[in-house]
């Protein structure tokens, strides 16, 4: 196994110094050309040693390692993610249906190619079947993203076209009305669904079926078309787009790959921070300077993290929880839970920056989300992953998409294949 030396940072601590990203100055200067623009697409060159894998790499989850390229989007520290190249933060007013033709074609829509995705995604919304039966059946006590994962391969077995990004496409167009119907017939109010309008938007579509008297349709609108936008995509190694193209690598289905990138996504270290960051806000319960400083101490002191704080990847505030306050400033600033996130985003940094292990003591993106969909009369956090998960269905299918369609001259990526180390285990023979 080849071995290097590595350049430790003396400040890291000694479970900090097995990951790679912190141990192996290659990979610092990978993401650097990386980032401007030296590696990726037509100019890397096949030989250019990217990476070398010592020891130290196994067994961490592959943080850090390359093993492909993405079309779609890149994370930067300083600026978050960025589509086809556009920083988010430019992004956050478009609309979802010109996102997802972002993500499809990589090129920005003009105003014809806007009205084109949004008749395109209209002529495929309809559900090919009678979904609403299935979802009556599930445990109405089972998860959300448990679902949505079900929902999604029900939507499979009703129609599966083989064309990849045929699937996708329908299976965009297709999630408002299944996101509808779980929140519906899993909150219990199977009556009087109203019928769907396929010439609405995507969002206004998931509203209609909601139907929620109360609640205020435009603010609603704002906040999950901005929500959409925001998670539609997060480079190709985060763990939901991982799985989902590792899945469709064996040409297993389109949704086959999406519900398994959704159980990836329903995970606490994954996709459901987002659901307990809300319940962390709601449990902090004060929007007092001193009282929320001493409730962030207690927390550390009780060792439970700082939810809505810090990141992988990112090293200043999350531009997805930027947009996000700015939102709430415009819509909702005297909501009790916007004004608890606001003294959080004041007091959490500068409590966090006092432990130097801590990368970024800034917000992240899941901080605000929460408050506002909140505020918005979504008002159980148990549904917030589904969200995500809807949000990501156009990154991962696009992702898909170009993995199966696009890359090696079209002919696809080969199934996944890493390579694993056998240990512990010497040759024996049953006696
Ligand atoms: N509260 C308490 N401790 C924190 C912390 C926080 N907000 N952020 C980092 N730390 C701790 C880590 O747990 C780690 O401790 P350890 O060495 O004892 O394991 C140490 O500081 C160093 O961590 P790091 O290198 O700065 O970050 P990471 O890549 O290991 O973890 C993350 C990133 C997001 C998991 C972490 O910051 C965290 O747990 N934040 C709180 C939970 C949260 O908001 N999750 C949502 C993530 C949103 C997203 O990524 N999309």
């Given at each position: 196994?080849?071995?290097?030396?590595?350049k430790l940072?003396?400040?890291?601590?000694?479970?900090?110094?097995?990951?790679?990203?912190?141990?192996?100055?290659?990979?610092?200067?990978?993401?650097?050309?990386?980032?401007?623009?030296?590696?990726?697409?037509?100019?890397?060159?096949?030989?250019?040693?990217?990476?070398?894998?010592?020891?130290?790499?196994?067994?961490?989850?592959?943080?850090?390692?390359?093993?492909?390229?993405c079309?779609?989007?890149?994370?930067?520290?300083s600026?978050?993610?960025?589509?086809?190249?556009?920083?988010?933060?430019?992004?956050?007013?478009?609309?979802?249906?010109?996102?997802?033709?972002?993500?499809?074609?990589?090129?920005?829509?003009?105003?014809?190619?806007?009205?084109?995705?949004?008749?395109?995604?209209?002529?495929?919304?309809?559900?090919?079947?009678?979904?609403?039966?299935?979802?009556?059946?599930?445990?109405?006590?089972?998860?959300?993203?448990?679902?949505?994962?079900?929902?999604?391969?029900?939507?499979?077995m009703?129609?599966?076209?083989?064309?990849?990004?045929?699937?996708?496409l329908?299976?965009?167009?297709?999630?408002?009305?299944?996101?509808?119907?779980?929140?519906?017939?899993?909150e219990?109010?199977?009556?009087?669904i109203?019928s769907?309008?396929?010439?609405?938007?995507?969002?206004?579509?998931?509203?209609?079926?909601?139907?929620?008297?109360?609640?205020?349709?435009?603010?609603?609108?704002?906040?999950?078309?901005?929500?959409?936008?925001?998670?539609?995509?997060?480079?190709?190694?985060?763990?939901?787009?991982?799985?989902?193209?590792?899945?469709?690598?064996?040409?297993?289905?389109?949704?086959?790959?999406?519900a398994?990138?959704m159980?990836?996504?329903?995970g606490p270290?994954?996709?459901?921070?987002?659901?307990?960051?809300?319940?962390?806000?709601?449990?902090?319960?004060?929007?007092?300077?001193?009282?929320?400083?001493?409730?962030?101490?207690?927390?550390?002191?009780?060792?439970?993290?700082?939810?809505?704080f810090?990141?992988a990847?990112?090293r200043?505030?999350?531009?997805?929880a930027?947009?996000?306050?700015?939102?709430?400033?415009?819509?909702?600033?005297?909501?009790?839970n916007?004004?608890?996130?606001?003294?959080?985003?004041?007091?959490?940094?500068?409590?966090?920056?006092?432990?130097?292990?801590?990368?970024?003591?800034?917000?992240?993106?899941?901080?605000?989300?929460?408050?506002?969909?909140?505020?918005?009369?979504?008002?159980?956090?148990?549904?917030?992953?589904?969200?995500?998960?809807?949000?990501?269905?156009?990154?991962i299918?696009?992702?898909?998409?170009?993995?199966?369609?696009?890359?090696?001259?079209?002919?696809?990526?080969?199934?996944?294949?890493?390579?694993?180390?056998?240990e512990?285990?010497?040759?024996?023979?049953?006696?």
């Amino acid at each position: 196994m080849a071995c290097m030396e590595s350049k430790l940072d003396s400040k890291t601590s000694p479970k900090r110094r097995n990951r790679p990203e912190y141990t192996d100055y290659r990979r610092a200067a990978f993401i650097r050309k990386m980032y401007v623009g030296e590696i990726g697409g037509d100019s890397m060159t096949k030989n250019e040693v990217l990476f070398e894998v010592t020891e130290n790499h196994l067994n961490t989850g592959l943080r850090g390692i390359p093993v492909g390229t993405c079309r779609t989007s890149f994370v930067t520290p300083s600026e978050g993610v960025h589509y086809c190249g556009y920083p988010i933060s430019e992004l956050a007013a478009f609309e979802p249906e010109d996102i997802v033709y972002l993500l499809f074609n990589k090129e920005l829509p003009n105003a014809e190619q806007s009205a084109a995705i949004r008749q395109d995604l209209a002529s495929r919304a309809a559900v090919p079947g009678d979904l609403e039966s299935v979802l009556k059946t599930l445990p109405k006590f089972g998860h959300p993203m448990d679902w949505l994962s079900v929902g999604i391969h029900t939507l499979g077995m009703m129609e599966t076209t083989n064309n990849w990004k045929d699937d996708a496409l329908n299976l965009i167009a297709r999630m408002p009305r299944l996101m509808g119907l779980i929140f519906r017939i899993r909150e219990g109010r199977e009556e009087n669904i109203p019928s769907d309008d396929t010439s609405l938007s995507m969002v206004e579509r998931f509203i209609r079926c909601l139907d929620l008297h109360d609640a205020n349709t435009e603010k609603m609108k704002r906040i999950i078309s901005t929500y959409l936008v925001l998670h539609m995509d997060h480079g190709g190694g985060n763990l939901s787009t991982f799985a989902g193209k590792a899945i469709a690598s064996s040409k297993a289905t389109v949704y086959s790959a999406m519900a398994g990138a959704m159980n990836a996504l329903s995970g606490p270290l994954h996709g459901r921070a987002n659901q307990s960051c809300l319940e962390f806000v709601l449990k902090v319960g004060t929007s007092d300077p001193a009282e929320v400083e001493a409730f962030v101490r207690a927390e550390l002191a009780a060792n439970r993290p700082i939810f809505g704080f810090g990141h992988a990847v990112l090293r200043s505030e999350d531009p997805r929880a930027t947009v996000q306050f700015e939102l709430g400033s415009q819509i909702c600033p005297e909501d009790e839970n916007f004004k608890i996130i606001t003294t959080l985003r004041e007091v959490a940094p500068r409590v966090l920056s006092e432990n130097p292990k801590i990368s970024n003591p800034n917000a992240n993106v899941d901080i605000a989300s929460g408050a506002l969909l909140h505020h918005a009369g979504l008002t159980d956090p148990t549904y917030y992953t589904t969200f995500f998960g809807w949000a990501r269905v156009a990154g991962i299918g696009a992702q898909i998409v170009d993995e199966r369609t696009v890359f090696r001259g079209g002919k696809g990526l080969p199934i996944y294949r890493p390579k694993y180390i056998a240990e512990g285990q010497n040759l024996r023979h049953v006696e």
